[in-house]
């Protein structure tokens, strides 16, 4: 059975700070998918990244990068300069084929971002 | 502009009511799932259906039931509702495939008194 561990429950940090959102994940298939959503205190989910499993290249987007490394099983999640918009909850999440046609997303717990002046 | 809607966005029934939350996306997409969000636990998926007519289990269904009779529409239906089904539930669409991301609805807070 696969699983996704998010062992950082609630993170705070100042504005302009660095901070890096932990993900682990287990699964044995050898093909799946990895994702980040990010929840914002209105509570919709926002779909930020997919890596899949064959590519360990590291990502960047403006001020959020993901580094995805399979010998660890993690899939890390690094915002630089932090700002107080960043303030939500993440999620890690991964994909497995069911039935080999669909996608079943298994969410880790979330990890709650506090970002403060 | 594509999205998946949910209503009711806020419901506050009583024990054994029958209940239908409705969910419809207009980026005709196959697959469809329902998730409930509680603290601590994240995000765990009801239901699912590949496609029109074609619905299956998720890692809780117990107290659910759902049916897809349009591509568009994925109702959640809780035929007698407990407190224990208080939740956060977002219904979500996708293209089949495990690497297609899946969109999700505003979600619909729920709870049973």
């Known amino acids: 059975a696969q699983k996704v561990t998010q062992a950082q429950t609630e993170i705070s940090v100042v504005e302009k700070e660095d901070v890096t959102l932990d993900c682990v994940y287990e699964?044995?298939?050898?093909?799946?998918?990895l994702f980040w959503y990010k929840q914002p205190p209105s509570g919709e989910l926002v779909f930020l990244i997919r890596?899949?499993?064959?590519?360990?290249q590291n990502e960047i987007s403006g001020r959020y990068s993901w580094n995805f490394q399979k010998s660890t099983s993690s899939f890390n999640f690094t915002i630089t300069a932090s700002q107080v918009v960043d303030s939500a909850v993440y999620f890690c999440?991964?994909?497995?084929?069911?039935?080999?046609?669909?996608?079943?997303?298994?969410f880790g717990t979330g990890t709650r971002l506090q970002v403060t002046l | 502009e594509a999205q998946v809607t949910q209503n009711p966005r806020y419901l506050i029934t009583v024990t054994g009511k029958k209940l239908t939350v409705t969910c419809s996306q207009n980026?005709?997409?196959?697959?469809m799932s329902w998730y409930r969000q509680d603290p601590g636990l994240g995000l765990r998926q009801i239901y699912y259906?590949?496609?029109?007519?074609?619905?299956d289990k998720g890692d809780v269904p117990e107290g659910y039931k759902v049916s897809r009779k349009e591509k568009r529409n994925f109702p959640l239906i809780l035929e007698s509702p407990s407190p224990n089904q208080t939740s956060l539930y977002f219904c979500?669409?996708?293209?089949?495939?495990?690497?297609?991301?899946?969109?999700f609805g505003p979600g619909t807070r729920l709870t049973v008194l």
């Open positions: 979500a669409s996708s293209r089949t495939g495990s690497y297609n991301e899946q969109f």
């Open positions: 980026m005709n997409h196959e697959y």
């Open positions: 699964t044995r298939d050898t093909t799946y998918y």
């Open positions: 890596r899949n499993s064959f590519d360990e």
């Open positions: 259906s590949m496609n029109v007519e074609v619905t």
């Open positions: 999440a991964l994909s497995e084929s069911q039935t080999g046609t669909a996608s079943k997303l298994t």
